[in-house]
């Protein structure tokens, strides 16, 4: 709370209030832990000026938010300042009843309601006598509907060609991203952009089929909304996989890496922006993002299904351009093995959430100026294509081991 109380201080200096000279500044918290702010803003027809409430909700719906889970509004006055009545009926829209709602005066004294108790002081639709407005559904509500408590502790995102995995679940339920709320919607061929539920080996799993990535321009706040409603679900070990160009000469197209390391250089972090200190710190650390034991126990399988699993530092460039060659022996030199366009805001979030990571990735050419020929999106399907049979035997191999370390 202490957060939000102190960016709606910060935009409450804001307000335009050249007639009534009361400032109010609001900061609201949505579902994805982001924060929205708003002012108040005057106009010469006053009846027609904007509350700071009103602002912030209008900030966050423009993000593409639906629900609100925490709200602080701070007023020029002493006494704490309670939403108007237009405001607490606009705000009851998208926050539940036990929404809190925290109202601040001048000389530091605060009061918490909820929406529940603001709501009958507006004319509500309750007030008015109409049905109950349905809340906008968050995926996690929509995916706790779904399965309750039986959502798998070990989930898997699978990359580029690797689709096909979904397909080999039994009992298998799948949902499209479009019926989760604040789920990415991919656009490039080979991600289909659906949940897949169901078990391999009677091992309950999750497949995320089809990721976002940054050069798709739709930022990754929803794949912070994926990766922390698997979290909120109850999932404890997520496996990465994508497709990937070998940095180093001594891996061959067509191999299985085991991730040991990142290198962002993606010009941006998923975790950029407020920090909700609930899901993690605002610093976390990320001394050993792949988990080594989990690293150990696939390349035991691997050995034990004859495969040859090679092993580097993944380095995530924005794309969707192919590197140049000058940039892989820059890459080389910082010590990649492997270069990418996805993956590492996946591994980020997922370990501010406290969830441990695999990653594996399908080498499907040498990088560029290494293979002697130009690269094309279409050599990297074909070859994961070929590879994913390795690799899903691999997965299919270690589930069991898998979910003993998914706790
Ligand atoms: N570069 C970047 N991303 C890739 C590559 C590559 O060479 N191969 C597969 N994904």
Known sequence: ??????????????????????????????????????????????????????????????????????????????????????????????????????????????????????????????????????????????????????????????????????????????IPYGELPGFPTPSIEGHAGRLVVGRIDAVPIACLQGRLHVYEGQGTGSLATMIRTLAALGTKLLVLTNASGAIDPAIPPGAIAVITDHVNMLGTNPLTGPNDDSIGPRFPDMTEVYDPALRQLIEASGEALGLDLAQGVYLATPGPSFETPAEIRAFRAMGAGLVGMSTVPEAILARHAGIKVLGLSIVTNRAAGLAGHPLSHAETLAVAGKAAGDLERLLAHSIKELARHAT
């Open 1 to 174: 709370m202490k957060d939000l109380l102190e960016r709606a201080r910060a935009v409450q200096a804001r307000a335009y209030v050249p007639y009534s000279k009361f400032q109010v500044g609001c900061a609201l918290r949505s579902a994805s832990g982001a924060v929205f702010v708003g002012a108040n803003v005057e106009n010469a027809s006053y009846p027609q000026g904007l509350c700071a409430e009103r602002s912030a909700v209008a900030a966050m719906v423009a993000a593409g938010e639906q629900r609100i889970a925490e709200v602080v509004v701070i007023g020029s006055g002493n006494a704490p300042c309670s939403p108007c009545g237009g405001c607490r009926q606009l705000l009851s829209e998208f926050a539940p009843p036990q929404t809190p709602i925290h109202m601040a005066g001048a000389d530091g004294g605060l009061a918490t309601s909820t929406m529940g108790e603001l709501l009958p002081m507006a004319f509500g639709p309750l007030a008015l006598g109409g049905e109950p407005v349905e809340r906008p559904a968050t995926a996690r509500d929509v995916l706790e509907a779904r399965f309750g408590a039986d959502f798998p502790e070990l989930a898997i995102v699978l990359g580029s060609g690797l689709g096909g995995f979904a397909d080999k679940l039994e009992d298998a339920t799948a």
